[in-house]
């Protein structure tokens, strides 16, 4: 899967999305919310489709678990090979992998106490203002709240997600590679270390 076209769908579904919250919150067709959901929940059907159709053209494997299961036994034929097989090679190969993962990670400035430092103020005074101006009965009232409370669940959603894939693809996506490697020697270690008391 190109790793553009993941990026331009991804970017896609996001502007689709966060166009109906603003439509449905500006124009008061409420039920517009309901819908800002469904392009992430497509893009994400696509994206697992296309992980499976990979894992059986190119790796002619049923799903991407045998793939990962067949990459970690080849992996492991790897170092056995290049004679890492000891105890201690082991954990000096992990130690030395955890520290170039902790080399290439960029960190995330903006988190999400910041975003709400910034929001809260503004989002209160035009809560305060709606209450206050343009609520004229109980009814109303609840309806709106409900409707708020939707919105800002449905936000909070879209900006985990634009947060995650900023973070974990485009600029952490070699750290992840690296900690996933590590993670890889780590079960090949605990395999051969039960096999070894076993024996």
Do not use: C
Not at 162 to 172: A, D, I, K, Q, T
């Amino acid at each position: 899967m190109r790793k553009w076209l993941v990026i331009s769908l991804f970017l896609t579904t996001i502007i689709i999305s966060l166009g109906l919250l603003f439509v449905s919150f500006w124009s008061g067709v409420q039920w517009f919310i309901l819908l800002a959901p469904i392009p992430n929940g497509l893009l994400m059907l696509y994206v697992k489709k296309e992980k499976n159709r990979i894992a059986k053209e190119v790796y002619n494997q049923d799903s991407p678990k045998d793939v990962f299961y067949k990459r970690k036994k080849e992996f492991a034929d790897y170092l056995e090979q290049k004679g890492v097989v000891e105890p201690h090679q082991f954990e000096y190969l992990i130690e030395l992998i955890d520290k170039n993962a902790q080399d290439l990670k960029v960190p995330f400035l903006i988190n999400w106490g910041l975003i709400a430092a910034i929001i809260a103020p503004v989002w209160i005074q035009y809560i305060t203002f709606i209450f206050t101006k343009e609520i004229n009965s109980f009814a109303e009232a609840t309806w709106t709240t409900g409707i708020f409370l939707l919105f800002i669940v449905i936000l909070l959603y879209v900006g985990s997600i634009v947060r995650s894939f900023l973070v974990g693809e485009l600029l952490n996506g070699e750290y992840n590679r690296m900690k996933q490697m590590g993670n890889m020697v780590r079960d090949i270690y605990l395999i051969r270390l039960s096999r070894g008391r076993s024996e």
